[in-house]
Structure formats: structure tokens, C-alpha cells
């Protein structure tokens, strides 16, 4: 799915471009007002454009040059939200059914499997209105998937979900790029749903693109931190579990060759997961610590060093981590950049600059995990 559009809302205007492949997501994140849910509302032909194109593959959803503009019901796109719009007066099955018949029947995924993976098979015959906010976000996904869509767009489904359900909910959604070999394109204001979901991410601020990119690179550019999460910011890396430790119930993660300890995960031995780490929770040491109840210190240079002004409190150290090589001297992955969110003084009083090797240290406590498939 390929989108370029400039629209025009009070008191913004939008101008944006991203593509999202079969089985990839795509998130637009950004501050409150930027644009993302009026883009995404345009891309499915919910509401007008100033001009642009919106196409799945080759064919034209949307191309303002050409003069067509087909209907939000001809773009074959599945629309979710948090408000879920199903059928007060039917069932779920008769919710489910109605997607079967919009998608054309055999020529979709079939019913009774997707029903039983969205674990729906016992609510078939329960009215929607007596369903909690989770099971109607399952009969909405499942209706909207029945429709046989070309691409599905996510509009902050888990807005009106208890947070204690979002884990599971998350899971069902990470299936579905590749179950369903979809295009999704994710809007959400909570990153935890980016880390578990996204390839790729726009964000938007003030109605432009500020940056794009492989989710662990923007979500772990310092530059950006103001227009995602302010001081939760942080880095995003990826790794694969190595090993439990059912001892101290700890596990260990190898991102670049390096061992990084976390809470226990569920996640076995050889799944791939995404680390997150606030910035303001890393310190940096010249040498290994003797005395610490710090778990985590991992090697690694600083490349920048971003002072938030000559006379302000704080500042910004970008550092790449040391990566294991192969026999022939290459790097085994792409390189892991984090960033560290110290003092000025801190920064200064140890003379930290581009080049140095430094340890970067932080507790297995600090680390959040989320699956990665």
C-alpha cells in the first residue's frame, strides 16, 4: 500500500508519504494534532483530500491527477477503531457473517477459523451488547479480516480496552500481517503497541513528516524524543533470547553479540524480542563498576554528545554499541545505537565526547520486553 496526500484540516496542513509492504506494518506516531488519524481516515476515502494518490500495488485508490477518487466501500480496506461499530441488532456470528458476505464468501478466509483463533467460537450466538471491550475488539477484527480486505487500518483499537487485556490483544495483531499476508498501518499514542507491532514508523508533527525509518532507529533517535515520549523516551533494540534462569528468575537476551539480563520472559529460548530503555535510566562508566546492583553493562563508543544548551541541565549522549563480527571481520547485524540522558555536568565533569569507549550500564529491572515475530 503506497500513500502521498496533502489534505487540509483548521488550522493544519498535512502533507505525507509512507508504503507499507504485504505482512509489514507501518505506524504514524506523533504528538497530539499532527495529522495521523486525519491521514489515515483519508487514505480510506473517510474523508476528503486536497490532492495525491492512495494506491494498493499497481491499481489507484485515490489520484487527484488522474480524477479518481473511488468510494471508501470500493478501496477494499478494513477500517478498526476503538469504538469497534458492530451491529447492535446482530449476534457475533451474525456480525462475523456480515463480513464473510462483503469479503465474497469462499473467496476470503473462512469463518470457523477465524472465529477459533480469535477464540470466539463459545460468543457466537451472545449479543454484542453484552460483551466486554476486549471480546468486541476480537469481533471486530474478526469482521473486518472476513472482509477480505486488501490492507487493514488501525485507528487506536485498544483505546477503550483495560489495559490488563492489551497483552493479549497485541499478540492477535502481531499475527495478522503474516497470517493474513496484510498491509497494516497502525495510529496509536501508546508506544508499548509500536515496539510490538511496527517495521516501520512516520512521525508527523505539525502536519509534515519530521522522520521515517526501521522502528528501533526512530523510536532510539534522540532527536525525536519530544515528539514521541518526552522524558519516557528512550532506545529500542532487538535481540534474541539465550537463556532462562530459573534461579533468580532472570533472562538473558544477545543483541550485537552482547548479553543483555532482563525479568524472566516467557518468551523460549530462540524467540526474537525488542528491549526498550528509558534514557534516563543509563548510566555510563570508563571501567566496570566493582560494587554495583547494576545487572547490565554493556561496551559500546559515543558517537554524539548534545547539550540542551551552554547553561542547561541536561544532555544527551548518543552511543553505539561494540557488535560481534564474523571470521571475515563483518558485522554479524546491523549496528545498535542507544542514548544515555545525563547531566551536564556529569557529561562535562567526565569530558565525554565522540569516540570514546564507555560501558553503558543499566539494571535488568529497567528493561521492558516485548515479542518480536
Not at 499478540?171 to 508499548?192: G, H, I, N, S
Not at 532527536?223 to 537463556?243: H, N, T
Not at 563483518?330 to 551536564?344: D, N
Request: proline share 6%; with cysteine.
Amino acid at each position: 500500500m503506497s500513500v502521498e496526500l496533502r489534505l487540509q484540516r483548521p488550522g493544519l496542513d498535512i502533507r505525507a508519504q509512507f508504503r507499507v509492504a504485504p505482512g509489514r506494518v507501518c505506524a504514524l506516531v506523533g504528538r497530539s494534532g499532527s495529522g495521523k488519524t486525519a491521514l489515515l481516515k483519508a487514505a480510506a476515502g473517510l474523508e476528503p483530500a486536497l490532492g495525491g494518490r492512495v494506491a494498493l500495488g499497481p491499481d489507484p485508490l485515490y489520484d487527484s491527477a488522474a480524477g479518481l477518487n473511488l468510494p471508501a466501500h470500493a478501496r477494499r480496506l478494513s477500517w478498526l477503531d476503538a469504538d469497534t461499530h458492530l451491529f447492535p441488532h446482530l449476534s457475533v456470528q451474525g456480525n462475523l457473517l456480515y463480513g464473510h458476505r462483503v469479503g465474497g464468501g469462499d473467496r476470503g478466509p473462512r469463518m470457523e477459523a477465524v472465529a477459533r483463533w480469535l477464540e470466539l467460537e463459545t460468543l457466537l450466538t451472545r449479543h454484542v451488547t453484552a460483551l466486554s471491550a476486549a471480546q468486541r475488539l476480537r469481533v471486530a477484527l474478526g469482521r473486518a479480516l472476513l472482509a477480505h480486505p486488501h490492507a487493514l487500518l488501525l485507528d487506536d483499537p485498544l483505546g477503550r480496552v483495560p489495559v490488563e487485556a492489551h497483552p493479549a490483544l497485541l499478540e492477535l495483531l502481531a499475527q495478522v500481517p503474516t497470517r493474513f499476508r496484510l498491509p497494516m498501518v497502525l495510529v496509536t499514542p501508546r508506544m508499548t503497541e509500536v515496539i510490538h507491532l511496527a517495521d516501520e514508523v512516520v512521525v508527523l508533527h505539525e502536519g509534515r513528516m519530521a522522520s521515517a525509518g526501521p522502528t528501533p532507529h526512530i523510536l532510539s533517535d534522540v532527536s525525536l524524543s519530544s515528539f514521541l515520549e518526552g522524558d519516557q523516551a528512550g532506545s529500542v533494540f532487538e535481540g534474541v533470547v539465550k537463556r532462562h534462569d530459573v534461579t533468580w528468575l532472570l533472562s538473558e537476551v544477545d543483541v550485537a553479540g552482547q548479553r543483555v539480563t532482563v525479568p524472566a520472559t516467557l518468551h523460549p529460548v530462540g524467540s526474537r524480542v525488542r528491549l526498550k530503555v528509558r534514557a534516563r535510566d543509563i548510566v555510563l562508566h570508563r571501567q566496570a563498576p566493582v560494587d554495583t546492583s547494576v545487572s547490565n553493562h554493556l561496551r559500546g563508543r559515543v558517537v554524539q554528545v548534545m547539550l540542551a544548551g551552554e547553561h542547561g541541565t541536561y544532555g544527551a549522549v548518543a552511543i553505539e554499541l561494540d557488535h560481534a563480527v564474523d571470521a571475515n571481520g563483518q558485522l554479524t547485524g546491523p549496528a545498535v545505537s542507544l542514548w544515555a540522558l545525563l547531566t551536564r555536568k556529569s557529561i562535562q565533569q567526565m569530558g565525554w565526547a565522540p569516540g570514546q569507549p564507555c560501558l553503558i550500564g543499566f539494571k535488568a529491572m529497567a528493561v521492558s520486553v516485548s515479542p518480536w515475530h
